[in-house]
Structures are given as structure tokens and as C-alpha cells.
């Protein structure tokens, strides 16, 4: 019992030694600059701000929810770069909460606590560019319906927001369709074991959200 109390001491110390890494890195984070990606987003968002429309006044490929997040943030935060980095900070939060609850949900609490861990470290790995992307903000959307999904009992309601919640993905960047698409399908499946035939609020959020990525397909 001694080896095992001890074992589970130093994990306890390592995982608040990560822990404080990683918050001393998202303080660095702030001071990132963009990239030109962020500095081409952000330039559409001035064009919003400023009475403009995104893909006639001002061009670039991502979804218009995108455009719309660049101006939202310009505005809160005012006009510089550390405010999309905080941003991302609270999108990176929200994702290693779901990761955590959706680890925990399958393996444990012991897992749920490392997978932030891992996750966090991983980002922290990225660059300037590869971080505060939108691909990766959809796929936090992604991650936090599945973790509500596989989490909630007896919640029609919620699951039934929950299964549009691809259709804001596929707005937010179009590549994250076919990605989102079987995430959907999880509402039909995760409704406190209830059959498919049996969830109609689920299987009608699944085909409402799939509305948004049909006819950017199209």
C-alpha cells in the first residue's frame, strides 16, 4: 500500500508541475504575434466592423461565422493581437475540459486528468501560425457536444441544440463537413440508451444541423 500512496503522490506532483508550465507558457502566448492567416482574418473583421461584407469587400476562405468571430473579437478586445490570442486561451480551456470529461466518461477521473495534460502540452508545442486557427476552434464546437453528449441523461433538450452544433462547424470552416457529419449522428445514439427509432428529438437535431453543410456543398 506504502509503494502505491507514494506512486500516486509523485503523479499528483507531476501533474501540478505540468500544470504550471503550462500556465506560464499561456502568459508568453498573450505576446504571439499573428500570422498571415490571423492577419488576413483580421483585416475582413476590420471591413465588418467598418460597414463592409466578407467575400465582396474583403476576401478569404473560411466560413463567414469566422468573420464575424474576428470582428466580435476586434471590437470586445480592441485593436491588437493579444486579444484573439486570449481568445483561443478560453477556446483551448473549453477543449480540455471536453476532452477531459469524454476521457473520464471512458477510463476514469485519473484519465480525464491527463488527457488535459497531453492536450495542453501538445498545443503548447504548436507555433505562431498553427495556433488560434479557426479549424481548430470548430473542432473544440466538435469536441464540447460530444463530451455534453456522451455526459448528459435525460437531457432531450440539450442534445437537441447539440446535434446542430456540426452545422456551426461546417460555417466555421467548410473542411470540418465530413468531419462533423458522423459527429451528429452520436445525439441519435447517446439519448440515456434509447434506440434511434425511439429519439425523435435527437434524429431531427441530425437532420436540421446537416441543412448549413448541404448547401455549402452544393
Known amino acids: 500500500m506504502a509503494w502505491i500512496q507514494t506512486g500516486g503522490a509523485i503523479e499528483t506532483v507531476a501533474w501540478l508541475i505540468c500544470l504550471i508550465l503550462i500556465a506560464i507558457w499561456?502568459?508568453?502566448?498573450?505576446?504571439?504575434?499573428?500570422?498571415?492567416?490571423?492577419?488576413?482574418?483580421?483585416?475582413?473583421?476590420?471591413?465588418?466592423?467598418?460597414?463592409?461584407?466578407?467575400?465582396?469587400?474583403?476576401?478569404?476562405?473560411k466560413g463567414p461565422a469566422v468573420h464575424l468571430l474576428f470582428a466580435l473579437i476586434s471590437t470586445t478586445f480592441g485593436h491588437n493581437e493579444w486579444g484573439l490570442r486570449l481568445f483561443d486561451l478560453i477556446l483551448v480551456g473549453v477543449g480540455a475540459w471536453s476532452l477531459?470529461?469524454?476521457?473520464?466518461?471512458?477510463?476514469?477521473?485519473?484519465?480525464?486528468?491527463?488527457?488535459?495534460?497531453?492536450?495542453?502540452?501538445?498545443?503548447?508545442?504548436?507555433?505562431?501560425?498553427?495556433?488560434a486557427q479557426p479549424d481548430a476552434w470548430a473542432g473544440v464546437m466538435l469536441c464540447a457536444a460530444v463530451a455534453l453528449m456522451v455526459t448528459s441523461e435525460h437531457r432531450p433538450s440539450l442534445l437537441s441544440g447539440l446535434g446542430r452544433s456540426g452545422g456551426a462547424t461546417s460555417i466555421t470552416s467548410p473542411p470540418m463537413i465530413p468531419i462533423s457529419r458522423p459527429s451528429r449522428l452520436i445525439s441519435v445514439t447517446t439519448n440515456s440508451g434509447s434506440s434511434p427509432s425511439g429519439s425523435g428529438v435527437p434524429v431531427a437535431s441530425a437532420h436540421a444541423s446537416s441543412v448549413p453543410s448541404m448547401s455549402l456543398e452544393k
Do not use: C, E, K
Not at 502568459?27 to 482574418?41: A, E, M, R
Not at 466518461?105 to 495556433?131: C, E, K
Open 26 to 61: 499561456a502568459i508568453g502566448y498573450l505576446w504571439w504575434p499573428f500570422s498571415n492567416d490571423q492577419g488576413n482574418l483580421a483585416w475582413v473583421g476590420d471591413v465588418i466592423r467598418a460597414g463592409g461584407m466578407p467575400y465582396r469587400d474583403a476576401w478569404d476562405v
Open 100 to 131: 477531459s470529461r469524454i476521457a473520464a466518461h471512458y477510463a476514469g477521473p485519473r484519465s480525464g486528468r491527463w488527457t488535459v495534460v497531453i492536450y495542453l502540452l501538445w498545443y503548447a508545442s504548436l507555433d505562431h501560425h498553427s495556433t
